[in-house]
């Protein structure tokens, strides 16, 4: 599976749920995460955001580990999303800050 890592977090350009071909994205209020059950690994998605913040399992990187079982339980509670909508006004400014974890939403 591909999972949502923290540079999602409060940027949330959406652009990854346009291509998607089974609608595995699901939408929380200032971050999105992929259902491990539903991506069948095209690759499509990871390429397509501006934050880079979408990995394959087998390279999130060191300290982000727990975003794998994150990607899995959010996908559980939070709506489907398959159409993309405006990033927030201060999407650029929080790109690439660290310790985002601690501004998700549930
Ligand atoms: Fe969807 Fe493909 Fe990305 Fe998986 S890798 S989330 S199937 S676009
Ligand atoms: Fe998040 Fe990137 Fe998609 S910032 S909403 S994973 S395009």
Not at 30 to 39: A, G, K, Q, T, Y
């Amino acid at each position: 599976t591909f999972v949502v890592i923290e540079n999602c977090i409060k940027c949330k350009y959406t652009d990854c749920v346009e291509v998607c071909p089974v609608d595995c994205f699901h939408e929380g209020p200032n971050f999105l995460v992929i259902d491990p059950e539903e991506c069948i690994d095209c690759t499509l998605c990871e390429p397509e955001c501006p934050a880079e913040a979408i990995v394959p399992e087998d390279d999130i990187p060191a300290g982000q580990e727990a975003f794998l079982e994150l990607n899995a339980e959010l996908s559980r509670e939070w709506p489907v999303i398959s159409e993309m909508k405006p990033h927030p006004e201060d999407a650029k400014e929080w790109d690439g800050v660290p310790g985002k974890l601690k501004y998700l939403e549930r």
